[in-house]
T-cell receptor, first 110, second 113 residues
Framework: GQSLEQPSEVTAVEGAIVQINCTYQ??????LSWYQQHDGGAPTFLSY????GLEETGRFSSFLSRSDSYGYLLLQELQMKDSASYFC???????????FGTGTRLQVFP | SAVISQKPSRDICQRGTSLTIQCQVD?????MFWYRQQPGQSLTLIAT?????????ESGFVIDKFPISRPNLTFSTLTVSNMSPEDSSIYLC??????????FGPGTRLTVT
């Protein structure tokens, strides 16, 4: 099965940089994805790492190390609108199911 | 990309009744899924809705409680049967294809009294 652990909450101030970690135990997956979910909203896709290394998309970057069973989402130049929950997720190689991490609630303060 | 709509957006139901949630995708998709999310919690996969065959349920979820239909490549329904207050949650429909990105509907907020 798949198990993905994240810190439950992270706080930061506007303009700062924050890193949200994801450690996983999995029997096989295609890649690590990150989703953002605002309160009352639907999860929306942020980024994907199919290979080890860093992927950058604007203010957001994501990293994967399969050898360390670890990934992270890096948010730069934080804005108030970044306050949301963030989930890492893996797609199971055998079933194509998307399995979500425990989730991290990010609060950005002025 | 795919745009997903769900009906109803929210409902308050009495214990022992059933509610059917509809999910419509604006394009044909290979995979459709149903998730449950308690407020402040992560998403838990209920089942994979298979077109033309029975849904595949995750551990802890059974067809008698959560019957699912998927008559075509753009539509699915999830029924929450014989509801109890423990079924109060947000139910999310999701769709994905061959790419790594998965799309989600806005969710159905269910309260069982």
């Amino acid at each position: 099965g798949q198990s993905l652990e994240q810190p439950s909450e992270v706080t930061a101030v506007e303009g700062a940089i924050v890193q949200i970690n994801c450690t996983y135990q999995t029997s096989g997956f295609y890649g690590l994805s990150w989703y953002q979910q605002h309160d009352g909203g639907a999860p929306t896709f942020l980024s994907y790492n199919g290979l080890d290394g860093l992927e950058e998309t604007g203010r957001f970057s994501s990293f994967l190390s399969r050898s360390d069973s670890y990934g992270y989402l890096l948010l730069q130049e934080l804005q108030m609108k970044d306050s949301a929950s963030y989930f890492c997720a893996v797609r199971d190689r055998n079933t194509d199911k998307l399995i979500f991490g425990t989730g991290t609630r990010l609060q950005v303060f002025p | 990309s795919a745009v997903i709509s769900q009906k109803p957006s929210r409902d308050i139901c009495q214990r022992g009744t059933s509610l059917t949630i509809q999910c419509q995708v604006d394009s044909q998709v290979t995979m459709m899924f149903w998730y449950r999310q308690q407020p402040g919690q992560s998403l838990t996969l209920i089942a994979t809705a298979n077109q033309g065959s029975e849904a595949t349920y995750e551990s802890g979820f059974v067809i008698d409680k959560f019957p699912i239909s998927r008559p075509n490549l753009t539509f699915s329904t999830l029924t929450v049967s014989n509801m109890s207050p423990e079924d109060s949650s947000i139910y999310l429909c999701s769709a994905g294809g061959l790419s790594y990105e998965q799309y989600f509907g806005p969710g159905t907020r269910l309260t069982v009294t």
